[in-house]
């Protein structure tokens, strides 16, 4: 998933680039600016021009945080809802791939969230974790679902669905 939102960042980047270079509203009268590779700072140092690299990471970083946020927020209080009146297979592969993918993305967020999110992020994995247990054990989904609906798991899931960083 990564790698695809790399090539769709670069396909994207290549586009605009070629829609800025085939603009021909401008006479080509002035030359080509030279590439920027560093700008001076106050101190005099270089400081660097962010990377493509940098750009990438943090597409990647924004797409798992989405997903995330999107599993462990509105999708799972949903799944949890529909077990209200009993369980259906369907109910509990939602459950379980919601419960998979927040333990997943949980997981690939972690190195960039600030340190005060790190104690709401291994309460919501490790409560994930534990129903990951249950529903691998054949225990009603309900039971797995309880797990990541006590109230300070679901305190920290909501402060993690809220975050939004730099994204």
Do not use: W
């Not at 291994?122 to 989904?141: E, H, N, P, Q, R």
Request: proline fraction near 8%; include cysteine.
């Amino acid at each position: 998933m990564r790698a695809a939102l790399a090539r769709g960042a670069a396909v994207l980047a290549v586009v605009a680039f070629a829609a800025a270079a085939c603009d021909s509203s401008e006479p080509d009268t002035a030359p080509p600016a030279p590439p920027a590779t560093a700008s001076p700072s106050a101190a005099g140092t270089p400081t660097p021009t962010p990377s493509p690299d940098g750009a990438a990471a943090l597409a990647a970083f924004c797409a798992d945080l989405n997903a995330f946020a999107a599993a462990a927020g509105p999708a799972f209080d949903l799944g949890a809802l529909a077990l209200i009146d009993g369980e259906t297979p369907n109910e509990r592969r939602n459950v379980s791939q919601l419960v998979d993918s927040i333990a997943a993305h949980g997981a690939l967020i972690e190195p960039e969230l600030p340190a005060n999110l790190a104690d709401d992020l291994a309460t919501v994995v490790a409560a994930a974790g534990a129903a990951k247990a249950k529903l691998a054990s054949d225990a009603a989904a309900s039971e797995a679902v309880d797990l990541l609906q006590t109230q300070k798991v679901k305190a920290a899931r909501d402060a993690l669905v809220k975050y939004r960083g730099s994204c």
